[in-house]
């Protein structure tokens, strides 16, 4: 009856010693690659500040505090916008919708373009060049346009600034994989495995679609920097995100004309962080 008992009292010196190496091989990565190290804390920084968004906010983001354009100081450490609402309040919940819609939109767009570009470079002919033509026609023009007029037909709201994301990076995401795709299939060893009878399914599923994974993961790397821009600017433009809804792009969007003079810092601190 004593074994059971020793193997529950290890397993947290165990977590502790393992946690323990973690720590020292992220130090040491962190040590080799300074640029990399800061990037990576700031991602950890910015996922933790919208997970504890309810915890660390002073105040309400969308309460009225009665004092307009305070300064920042001791009581409002960012001042407050034209309201009286605490700037420091919103831009910690306007985290939360900048992650969400960098994260979450590109997650979606980068798993759609990266299934159309294998589908297409794995199946080739007719498929392939009819594809092709339509990421081309919708490569034509800028992001921020194409996810303009997808708002514009679609309307206001986060679910549909998703939408807009997918079909705004989806095609670029195909045109790359694509190419992985043709590569890949053109191996010995997708040859060897045609040749032993396996199905097209097969070696899609088994062979090629993991190869192309850390080009993927590459690309919602990328991506994800790109999908926070757009989507502040969607919001600045008033395409975006709901006004209600604490935001980035919001916050800059009424912070600028006068309020660049008299009360800078209301575009200084989203503009900064975004």
Not at 8 to 35: D, Y
Not at 105 to 133: E, K, N, Y
Not at 177 to 201: D, I, P, W
Request: aromatic content about 8%; some cysteine.
């Amino acid at each position: 009856m004593e074994a059971p008992h020793n193997v529950i009292q290890t397993l947290p010196r165990v977590a502790e010693g393992r946690f323990r190496k973690g720590v020292r091989a992220s130090a040491r990565w962190a040590k080799q690659q300074p640029l990399g190290g800061i990037g990576a804390a700031w991602i950890v920084v910015t996922v933790g500040v919208a997970l504890l968004a309810p915890v660390l906010a002073p105040h309400d983001p969308i309460e009225l505090l009665g004092a307009k354009y305070r300064s920042p100081g001791r009581e409002f450490l960012l001042g407050t916008d034209h309201l009286g609402r605490d700037v420091l309040s919103r831009l910690i919940w306007g985290t939360r919708p900048s992650v969400f819609l960098g994260v979450f939109a590109v997650s979606f767009a980068v798993a759609v373009g990266g299934l159309w570009g294998i589908a297409a470079g794995f199946i080739g002919g007719a498929f392939d060049l009819l594809t092709q033509r339509l990421v081309d026609i919708m490569g034509a023009f800028p992001p921020l346009l194409t996810a303009l007029a997808l708002m514009a037909v679609l309307g206001a709201s986060s679910q549909n600034v998703v939408i807009a994301l997918i079909f705004t990076f989806a095609p670029s995401v195909a045109r790359v994989v694509r190419s992985a795709a043709l590569s890949v299939k053109t191996e010995t060893y997708v040859e060897a495995a045609r040749a032993t009878g396996c199905s097209e399914t097969r070696i899609l599923l088994r062979h090629v679609v993991p190869n192309c994974m850390a080009l993927l993961i590459i690309l919602f790397s990328i991506y994800v920097g790109s999908g926070i821009i757009i989507a502040a600017s969607l919001s600045f433009l008033g395409a975006g995100i709901p006004e209600a809804v604490p935001s980035w792009g919001g916050m800059l969007s009424k912070a600028v004309g006068a309020f660049l003079v008299t009360s800078p810092w209301l575009a200084i601190v989203p503009g900064a962080t975004i």
